[in-house]
């Protein structure tokens, strides 16, 4: 018989690893599976916002991250006209006035390395096929060099980020739910770069957006995610999307000496939370196996950090009452509710109503004349604030109607 865990973590992304440093630093017994080793790299923007930095920092990595990260105080929205807006980045509570960029292959390893230093034991090379449930525990069934193995815990947290696999056999999603699909490329040798997060609505396909996110020393991460809904079809080829985008009139200064140092690689982000079930038998679902992505950004560090700190939370209690039935687990589902649905309707809102032209070109010009309407763009696009506290989408909108009438 295997050694049975308290918990057994599936995935060493941001939101498994945080659940795990959280766990272990109370000292719970936590198995951190993963199917790569460390350091390894994972296709993403890069990009780290501030409620992202925020988590860093109680995680108690962001010293460490910040080393290898280029930090960031603004950030730019252009409409689908060419025509831009700018805003500087302001601290809300314990949220910050920055950002970072840094590659997940650092990232990722700060942090898994975290969670070990708290007394997770991790297990590289492993690739998780199933997961058995019983009444009085799991039993995870994975493969290590084509052998198989068994783990046993007495629950099982799921974060294995846009993976598919592993939820289909465990029953947590039956049909396949509409990512967005993104491509990035690295670029070095890039010619007066602005020093902001760019998001870029022109020269793209909508509902799509583009995105320059500067290295520091000349190098930036540029990339491309499309949002496919009922009534739109994934692209067939978004990497040939990237490669119009950079080829832009707009960037032809910035990148006239640029070289691309890595391939052009494509990846699906999930956005599936609202309809996506988190928690099944003794197994929760953590970050981006959540869906716990922003549907407007794709943009998903920071909850997977987050809901990996809340899972943690809840699994703690679990274990101290030794109460894992479907109604204990039914808070931990709750709690993230009550977190991010808001959000998440509030963006699905967003792009069904205003990523269009018309409406794009309206908002970022008044924008531009009003700095409410500059502010509450930026703290939409980077998540700063709940959206109970932020105007509606129309309320946007007729500010920014009344500010062209001025």
Known sequence: MPQQRDVI???AGPGGSAAASFLAKRGIDVLLLDRATFPRDKTCGDGLTPRCVAMLDEIGVLSEVEKFSHRINSA?????????VEAKLKPHGKIPDYMLVSPRYLLDNILCRQAIQHGAHFVGKTKVID???????VTVIAKQRQQQVHFEAKIAIIATGASLSLLKKTGFIETMPAPIIAARAYYEGLREISDSFDFHFDGVELPGYGWVFPLGEGRANIGLGYMPDDKTRAPRNIKKMLRD?????AFHTMLSSATPTTEFKSYPIRTDFSTVRTYHKRTILAGEAAGLVNPLTGEGIDYALESGKIAAQYVESWLKDDDFSETRLAEYDQALRDQYQLLFDFCSKIIGCCIRPFTLNLMIFAATHNNEIRQSLTDIFLGNRAPATEPTTWNIIKKAVRALMK
């Open 9 to 11: 973590i599936i995935g």
């Open 76 to 84: 730019r929205i252009f409409s689908p006209n060419g025509k831009s």
């Open 131 to 137: 997961i058995q449930q019983y009444d009085s525990s």
């Open 245 to 249: 985008f950079v080829e832009l009139p």
